[in-house]
């Protein structure tokens, strides 16, 4: 394929974080201050997001043989972009006060960002393992790169090696898909479904390989053994780009790959993701209920969530493909919000995770915590908030597809995590005794112009989305026209 000046403006976004990690690579190399590390980092990712409007004017286009850039790829870039801002200015504050060396972090933060990128544009199983493993190997590095913590490298390692394993599952699925189709393209695996007899079980063999690898990424039950270690144990805004913007890619990618190959229309396959989306509902929720770590919490939270948003998928269709877009969006501004007041609280050697770390946090800091309850209650799907609109449209995709069963585990799942979900809103709200609140005096969030900056921009979004989701709607609506038109 020849590489015309429109494909480059296609693949904008995606050169622009390359030749940023690398720049960021020499401005480590040279031993530059933090500071102007950190802000680089910022203006790379941004500059990558204004390169989205300039691409959207060329697609769709298929830039190379193995990434397609529409309309639904620029919007899962928009969201990855957006969000490895909020997760570099974060950044700053934390790793300053815990770690002397910290230049090469914006690097590998880069890099993940690039591989999530890469897995919203592709189209084949070349790019979409690349993609996978460019995410991957970052996130190694970055779950254990505050070294002198061993919890921090514990996460590092079993992140690794289970990886390791999915990656080999997903490897031998698709093997047998080749080996059926001779080919590698998501339309072209279509094929491998769509006969009969032997080919067919061979087929759905591969997928389910495939969903293995891939339900591993977004720790879905039962491959969700990781996350509770791994959210726990790794620097904070690591775990907040974990929960948020690598799963955001992989979703990307699911539905991508599930459409173009017309899986979502076998029942074997709408069937499994069932069993998954229910079991990791009422895994998340029910495991979430015994905890006092808000880390550990938070990743079952997410299990939870996840089996919510595989009800949108297996709903398929326009409305499907839009609750999953609006989905993504919101949970990212959502958790981000959560996590960046666990950022702006933690301290050298001490990270907050524990509940009592948070209560009284309204009293200690108004705006803190606001925002913490603000994004609890969407996480809720409290009225009024981005959480709430999620919900709705989950049940309305789910309604319109006859997912009758599915919708009233979900609507069960959702008044079961109201239970701890309360509990961290009270403990933030709870008045301290004069002896506590002397002990964590210390323990106050450490504003910025540029982090307050940041999470005024997340909270406004909660809420607007919340209050006014139609515009946001319209535009989902137009990046979903070009996917649903490949099913």
């Known amino acids: 394929m020849i590489m015309t000046l429109d494909n480059f403006i296609a693949l904008l976004p995606a050169l622009i974080l390359a030749a940023g990690a690398l720049g960021i690579m020499l401005l480590a190399a040279w031993n530059r201050p933090h500071g102007m590390v950190s802000r680089t980092a910022a ?34 870039i928009a969201l990855i972009l957006l969000g490895g801002i909020a997760v570099t200015v974060l950044s700053h504050g934390y790793l300053d006060a815990k770690l002397d060396r910290c230049n090469e972090y914006y690097s590998l933060l880069l890099l993940a960002s690039l591989g999530g990128v890469v897995l919203a544009m592709s189209v084949h199983a070349a790019s979409f393992f690349l993609g996978l493993e460019l995410l991957s190997v970052s996130l190694y590095t970055l779950l254990s790169y505050d070294r002198e913590n061993p919890r921090a490298l514990e996460a590092g390692v079993k992140y690794l090696l289970l990886s390791a394993v999915a990656s080999a599952f997903l490897l031998l699925g698709l093997a047998l898909l080749y080996f059926l189709t001779g080919e590698l393209t998501f339309s072209a695996l279509r094929q491998a479904l769509a006969d009969d007899g032997p080919s067919r079980t061979v087929g759905l063999a591969g997928l389910a390989l495939i969903l293995t690898g891939i339900g591993f990424k977004l720790a879905v039950v039962p491959f969700h053994m990781w996350a509770p270690d791994v959210y726990q144990g790794s620097p904070t805004p690591v775990t907040a780009f974990v929960a948020t913007l690598s799963k955001i890619a992989v979703v990307a990618l699911l539905l991508r790959a599930l459409f173009h190959m017309g899986a979502l229309n076998d029942t074997a396959v709408t069937a499994a993701l069932s069993v998954l989306a229910v079991a990791s509902m009422f895994a998340g929720n029910l495991l979430a209920l015994l905890q006092d770590n808000v880390k550990r919490l938070l990743a079952y939270s997410s299990i939870a969530h996840l089996g919510y948003l595989l009800v949108a998928v297996i709903a398929g269709g326009a409305l499907g493909a839009e609750a999953v877009g609006f989905y993504v969006a919101a949970y990212m501004v959502t958790m981000l919000g959560i996590f960046g007041v666990l950022i702006l609280l933690s301290r050298p050697y001490v990270e907050t995770e524990r509940m009592e770390d948070l209560r009284g946090l309204m009293w200690r800091d108004p705006p803190a915590g606001a925002i913490w309850v603000i994004a609890v209650l969407s996480l809720a799907g409290v009225p009024l908030t981005a959480g709430f609109v ?30 701890y979900y309360l509990k961290l809103i009270r403990v933030a709200l709870a008045r301290e005794s004069e002896s506590s609140a002397r002990q964590r005096q210390a323990v106050v969030p450490r504003w910025t112009w540029s982090n307050g900056l940041v999470m005024a921009t997340l909270i406004l979004a909660i809420v607007w ?11 989902i609506e137009q990046t979903t026209t070009v996917l649903v038109a490949a099913d």
């Open 465 to 475: 989305l919340g209050v006014y989701p139609i515009p946001f709607i319209n535009w």
């Open 43 to 76: 203006i790379v990712q941004a500059s990558a997001f204004a390169g989205v409007p300039l691409a959207s004017a060329v697609v769709p286009r298929q830039a190379t043989a193995l990434l397609l850039v529409d309309e639904f790829a620029l919007f899962y």
């Open 390 to 419: 999620i919900k709705f449209y989950v049940v309305v995709a789910g309604l319109s597809s006859d997912r009758w069963l599915l919708v009233l585990f979900f609507v069960l799942n959702s008044v079961i995590g109201l239970f």
